[in-house]
């Protein structure tokens, strides 16, 4: 009981703090080094950032909160020895950076780097390798610069990885889709709505840049019956009732609405049609744009079952798809992997942390059991 509730006030005393740094999550290293500058300008513009992340945020429900008694000289030079270690000591890196937040790790890297005079990420970089080795360097990553590398890694080269940047475009909130935007431009100088346009084509190209565009609706305190209607109406009118598809008409309701207004409007959706919105969707469209619409679809139904879903097909077979796993627990465990490991459990009858324990290994098991935070 005493433990209990001194970890509880830890979490009472961090979160507030958690709130305060998350501001910070976009500045880069180098801007943290400015930062010390003391510049008012720059304190100034650090409010308005904050101001306005606080104000878009959504309730979170994180696996990984701040750690108490954050020590961060102390955790940079645990880091500096396990890297110095012949053989590299995965663990120590592991269990580190697995248990701290975004905004407590950057501070282990400013530290390290005031200790090592080195760069952290570079360090980690030469002494992981695989699977880990991407973990470790997501972990590094603030969410947005995450998703925003992932769709990156998505399009660059010949050739387009469309699963990923399907998963990233149709599953992200259209306030996270305006931050990655932005991020997007700092971290490689170019507009994710042209490299997207670059890489795709036809009405999957048009879909994914209507996403993009982050025209959504705010969701509203006010319940417009007769837009449900309408909109429902239009919806079938231009799939299910017409011979071929008005995607156009999809594509302009699926992408300018609100996610509260669109589930209704699903429900009124069966007045109409005899299927459902994902089996129309299945009967009208195929390839890359029915797999969007579908992911669209089942995210605003259930944004957190439709990644333990997607969890669980990565590991079906004898390996997991870590590809797929690593990105889905490092970009979620600070933003709602509570609630996948909840929906997963509902709906595969195991529970996450039990099917990483069966589907992987090593040191890579260690992180993604870590960032799971617990079994249910
Ligand atoms: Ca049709």
């Known amino acids: 009981m005493v433990v209990a509730g001194r970890v509880l006030l830890c979490y009472l005393i961090t979160t507030p703090i958690a709130l305060l740094t998350a501001g910070r999550a976009f500045y880069s290293l180098h801007t943290l080094h400015t930062q010390k500058l003391n510049n008012m300008a720059l ?3 650090f409010l308005g950032q904050l101001t306005l992340n606080v104000g878009a945020a959504e309730p979170t429900y994180p696996t990984v909160v701040p750690a108490c008694d954050f020590d961060p000289d102390k955790d940079a030079a645990r880091i500096e020895t396990a890297i110095k270690t012949k053989g590299v000591d995965e663990q120590t890196i592991t269990d580190i950076l697995t248990r701290r937040t975004y905004n407590q790790r950057r501070e282990i890297a400013f530290a390290y780097e005031k200790r090592a005079k080195k760069d952290m990420i570079t360090a980690l970089k030469g002494a992981l390798s695989g699977s880990l080795e991407a973990v470790v360097l997501g972990l590094m990553k ?20 469309e699963e ?26 170019k507009d994710l709505e042209k490299d997207v346009a670059g890489d795709t084509s036809g009405e999957f190209k048009a879909l994914l840049l209507a996403l993009v565009e982050t025209k959504r609706d705010e969701p509203s305190n006010v319940v417009d019956y007769e837009k449900i209607d309408e909109d ?22 699926m992408s300018e609405r609100s996610v509260p207004h669109l589930q209704k409007v699903f429900d009124r959706y069966r007045s109409y049609s005899p299927y459902d919105m994902q089996e129309s969707i299945r009967k009208e469209v195929k390839g890359d744009l029915e797999k969007s619409f579908l992911t669209l679809v089942q995210c605003f139904e259930n944004k957190q079952l ?45 529970s996450l942390y039990q099917t990483i324990t069966e ?15 617990g079994d249910d």
């Not at 919806?235 to 598809?245: D, F, M, N, P, S």
């Open 43 to 45: 304190v100034s513009e």
């Open 164 to 189: 990923t940047l399907i998963e990233l475009v149709c599953s992200r909130s259209s306030t996270e889709l305006m931050e990655i935007k932005k991020v997007y431009k700092e971290l490689f100088k």
């Open 359 to 373: 589907h992987t290994k090593g040191d890579y098991q260690t992180a993604m059991l870590s960032l799971c935070g």
């Open 306 to 350: 439709y990644f333990a879903n997607r969890l669980s097909e990565a590991m079906k077979g004898k390996s997991a798809k870590d590809k797929v796993v690593t990105r889905i627990m490092v970009s979620r465990c600070e933003v709602d992997l509570m609630k996948i490991r909840t929906e997963f459990k509902r709906q595969h009858g195991k």
């Open 232 to 253: 429902a109406r239009a919806l079938y009118e231009a799939g299910v009732k017409r011979k071929g598809t008005d995607v156009k008409t999809w594509i302009s309701i």
């Open 142 to 161: 603030s969410t947005t610069q995450y998703d925003a590398s992932e769709i990156k890694g998505s399009i660059k080269g010949l050739g387009t990885d």
